[in-house]
């Protein structure tokens, strides 16, 4: 498998969000990292909570992690698409992130997933801040220092600027669709 289409891994959800600019970590009650951009979480590893259950145990999920999206539309793509591992509970009606399980986060590349990392930063970031990055990174990653962790992640360009409003959702881009598992509701309880 070519380096821009290996399977994302837990570990690349952090290594991907401590690569954006101005990022702070702290931590949860349970010692769960929450990755911050001017004080406001953009990544964040939640504890285990009622409102996302397995249906057939009742168990809470252990693994799920909550991505900030700009918009409700953005939501909207990621948690309709069947193909999308991305979920909501009734919780976050009307919060504008979606919810993936740890277990599923294989289920995207990692350029897909630095897409919903990079599009979570940048729907939280001060204006400036989003609009020095974005000048900074667009078009194709230059071979410039600094920049040779992203490849070596398999992440070979930027997505533009509100990309996700453009088409369905990350796995949209895929020539092919895998038989996807659901492990999650799309707009109802977990």
Known sequence: MAARSRRARLADVHELAMRMPHVTVG?????????????????????PRPDAVDPATGERYPDVIMFWVASDSDKQALIQDRASPFFTTPHFDGHPSVLVRGSRIGELTVQELAEVVQDAWLSRASPARAAAWLEAHSGQISPRPGCDGWHALGVTSWPAAGSLRHRRSPVALRSSKSNWSTGGTRGRSA
């Open 27 to 47: 931590h949860g009650s349970g010692g769960n990292p929450i990755y911050q951009v001017g004080g406001k979480s953009f990544v964040f590893f939640r504890n």
